[in-house]
T-cell receptor
Framework: GQQVMQIPQYQHVQEGEDFTTYCNSS?????IQWYKQRPGGHPVFLIQ?????EVKKQKRLTFQFGEAKKNSSLHITATQTTDVGTYFC????????????FGKGTKLTVNP | DTEVTQTPKHLVMGMTNKKSLKCEQH?????MYWYKQKAKKPPELMFV???????INESVPSRFSPECPNSSLLNLHLHALQPEDSALYLC???????????FGSGTRLTVV
């Protein structure tokens, strides 16, 4: 079945360093979404990427969707302690599908 | 109102108990979801309701019974649960298709 791999599982950085998490799908995706879950919290929607090769930015966060629509990345520039949490990618295999397949997530810790 | 509200926030129940989890959204979203999340794991899809009809059941045991009384409400009825069913149960809603999900804060369930 549909699988979305995400690496690394954990990432510890010093405040001010950059951070990147990568997702790879076993099949072509209709779109990919990114969520952030703070410790003890619930997933919060960050962004959705739909087009092949798409790049979107939100302040210090840069999201990319691969040309083949099978991989994606989230890059955070100059991390801050408020960036702490687990970042999940989630792929939607078919347009209009109700099913969202989550990656295992990358847990980011930031040392002040 | 841009929130998904879940009650209760915490629930402890015995293996012979019957309880219900409730979820409410007033964003006019046509799709509603139940997810189960174990510690340090990604959310795992259980059920999807689209236009108040059950559209996806991810082979969930019958001790979990979903109900969608109207377009704003989603319930999850629990009966004869096992300790391994202890988890965070998340409700989410979306406009469906190419839009992100709005998650509730979840019900942290402990089965004793």
């Amino acid at each position: 079945g549909q699988q979305v791999m995400q690496i690394p599982q954990y990432q510890h950085v010093q405040e001010g360093e950059d951070f990147t998490t990568y997702c790879n799908s076993s099949t072509t995706l209709s779109n990919i979404q990114w969520y952030k879950q703070r410790p003890g919290g619930h997933p919060v929607f960050l962004i959705q990427l739909v087009k092949s090769g798409e790049v979107k930015k939100q302040k210090r966060l840069t999201f990319q969707f691969g040309e083949a629509k099978k991989n994606s990345s989230l890059h955070i520039t100059a991390t801050q302690t408020t960036d702490v949490g687990t970042y999940f990618c989630a792929g939607q295999p078919l347009a209009g599908s109700e099913k969202l397949v989550f990656g295992k997530g990358t847990k980011l810790t930031v040392n002040p | 109102d841009t929130e998904v509200t879940q009650t209760p926030k915490h629930l402890v129940m015995g293996m012979t108990n019957k309880k219900s989890l409730k979820c409410e959204q007033h964003m006019g979203h046509r799709a509603m979801y139940w997810y189960k999340q174990k510690a340090k794991k990604p959310p795992e899809l259980m059920f999807v309701y689209s236009y108040e009809k059950l559209s996806i059941n991810e082979s969930v045991p019958s001790r979990f019974s979903p109900e969608c009384p109207n377009s704003s409400l989603l319930n999850l009825h629990l009966h004869a649960l096992q300790p391994e069913d202890s988890a965070l149960y998340l409700c989410a809603s979306s406009q469906g298709g190419l839009y992100g999900y709005t998650f509730g804060s979840g019900t942290r369930l402990t089965v004793v």
